[in-house]
């Protein structure tokens, strides 16, 4: 199992960037799937999912209506649209699935360590 992401960088503050994750060695469709992210100094905050159910969608509040999560089964990649952002955007970011979709549907959302993880990729919102 391999995740992978990116579409990372440094952008000013207002800008946007599309982060993606491409998965591959397992069956995809019946993971939910998630952006998690940790800034300096803060624990980890998962930041949106999407089930693979009914492809139901949480986001954490400080990013709501600026990020939109997708995933795209056919090409096993999921992408996190990120708009409008903020110098407190800045973090490490990470995908990672899950088989359970009641993990993106408990408060928080909570991915355990034995889910699949990518290894993270830096984004940096200057003010």
């Known amino acids: 199992v391999q995740l992978v992401e990116s579409g990372g960088g440094l952008v000013r503050a207002g800008e946007s960037l599309t982060l993606s994750c491409r998965a591959s060695?397992?069956?995809?469709?019946?993971?939910?799937l998630g952006w998690f992210r940790q800034a300096p100094g803060k624990e980890r905050e998962a930041v949106s999912c999407?089930?693979?159910?009914?492809?139901?969608?949480h986001y954490v509040d400080s990013v709501k209506g600026r990020f939109t999560i997708a995933r795209d089964n056919r090409d096993q990649a999921w992408n996190l649209q990120m708009n409008a952002l903020k110098p407190e955007d800045t973090a490490v970011y990470y995908c990672?699935?899950?088989?359970?979709?009641?993990?993106?549907?408990?408060?928080?959302?909570?991915?355990?360590?034995?889910?699949?993880w990518g290894q993270g990729i830096q984004v940096t919102v200057s003010s």
């Open positions: 990672a699935d899950t088989l359970y979709d009641s993990s993106c549907r408990t408060r928080p959302v909570q991915f355990m360590p034995s889910d699949y």
């Open positions: 060695g397992f069956r995809f469709a019946g993971y939910a």
């Open positions: 999407i089930t693979s159910d009914d492809l139901s969608t």
